[in-house]
């Protein structure tokens, strides 16, 4: 099973970031797919999920309406569309995938958002 994240960086406030997370080695379209994200000396907290059709989506108060999550069963991929970044939206960027008691995580991709 693996997770892979990408599309992390450094990105000045007011910009946009694509994060992406490649899923293989388990049913992808079977699974809710969630971000999370960990600050450094924070707890890491959630972010955004999306159900396994995709039809349903959820976010944290602090990115709705900024953030975007989508996903592609065909590809085995999630997505998560950062736009209008601010400094507190600097973390680690975490791609969990859950269903019933089985979870996995990837390894997770920074983003820095300063000037």
């Known amino acids: 099973v693996q997770l892979v994240e990408s599309g992390g960086g450094l990105v000045q406030p007011g910009g946009s970031l694509r994060l992406s997370c490649a899923a293989s080695g388990f049913t992808f379209s079977s699974y809710v797919m969630t971000w999370y994200r960990q600050a450094s000396g924070k707890e890491r907290e959630f972010v955004a999920s999306?159900?396994?059709?995709?039809?349903?989506?959820n976010y944290a108060n602090s990115v709705k309406g900024r953030f975007t999550i989508s996903r592609d069963n065909g590809k085995n991929t999630v997505s998560l569309q950062m736009n209008s970044l601010r400094p507190e939206d600097t973390a680690v960027y975490y791609c969990n995938a859950r269903r019933g008691s089985r979870m996995y995580w990837g390894q997770g991709t920074q983003v820095t958002v300063s000037s």
């Open positions: 999306i159900t396994s059709a995709g039809g349903s989506t």
